[in-house]
T-cell receptor, first 120, second 114 residues
Framework: AQKVTQAQTEISVVEKEDVTLDCVYE???????LFWYKQPPSGELVFLIR??????QNEISGRYSWNFQKSTSSFNFTITASQVVDSAVYFC?????????????????FGSGTQLTVLP | NAGVTQTPKFQVLKTGQSMTLQCAQDMNHEYMSWYRQDPGMGLRLIHY???????DQGEVPNGYNVSRSTTEDFPLRLLSAAPSQTSVYFC?????????????FGPGTRLTVL
């Protein structure tokens, strides 16, 4: 069964510090997809990024960057020069086929989330 | 384009009462799902559907029923509410083809069972 572990329950940093959120996953599939979502205090879920298992290139989007390493089954998320508006719960998620016959009916499994607080 | 909508936003029930959480999407997505979010546990899949007339159980289906009579709607029914069902419920949808399609989430329903 698939599993996503976010060992950091809460992280607190001071504005402008860099912060890395860890995500470790388990899957038996050779094809799978990884996601990061942000949940600000308002409660909605905001999609940040997806990565498929065949693409190990790191990605940078503004102050956000993602480091995908299949060798360690990790998909870590770094925020550079953090800002107060980055304060949120961040979820890592894994999508794999529910069964051989389910095809595209992939299930999304979430980690327990990391509460990031950026202090002014 | 309203995306994924959920009603109500908040609900308080007494133990044993039943109710239906509504979910609708206007993006013609085949796949729809319900999650519950509890502190420290992330989001857990309750039920999902890959098209009208087709539903299946997720990780935590007990105490919940679903049906999918149309592509647009995917209601979640609580048959006899229990305090353990106090949670925030999210509905989501996506295109079925291609496993990496982004799931679009509704704004959530905060349910309290007394």
């Amino acid at each position: 069964a698939q599993k996503v572990t976010q060992a950091q329950t809460e992280i607190s940093v001071v504005e402008k510090e860099d912060v890395t959120l860890d995500c470790v996953y388990e899957t038996r599939d050779t094809t799978y997809y990884l996601f990061w979502y942000k949940q600000p205090p308002s409660g909605e879920l905001v999609f940040l990024i997806r990565r498929n298992s065949f693409d190990e290139q790191n990605e940078i989007s503004g102050r956000y960057s993602w480091n995908f390493q299949k060798s360690t089954s990790s998909f870590n998320f770094t925020i550079t020069a953090s800002q107060v508006v980055d304060s949120a719960v961040y979820f890592c998620a894994l999508s794999e086929a529910a069964s051989i016959s389910s095809g595209s009916a992939r299930q999304l499994t979430f980690g327990s989330g990391t509460q990031l607080t950026v202090l002014p | 384009n309203a995306g994924v909508t959920q009603t109500p936003k908040f609900q308080v029930l007494k133990t044993g009462q039943s109710m239906t959480l509504q979910c609708a999407q206007d993006m013609n997505h085949e796949y729809m799902s319900w999650y519950r979010q509890d502190p420290g546990m992330g989001l857990r899949l309750i039920h999902y559907s890959v098209g009208a007339g087709i539903t299946d159980q997720g990780e935590v289906p007990n105490g919940y029923n679903v049906s999918r009579s149309t592509t647009e709607d995917f209601p979640l029914r609580l048959l006899s509410a229990a305090p353990s069902q106090t949670s925030v419920y999210f509905c989501a949808s996506r295109y079925l083809a291609g496993g990496d399609n982004e799931q679009f989430f509704g704004p959530g329903t905060r349910l309290t069972v007394l």
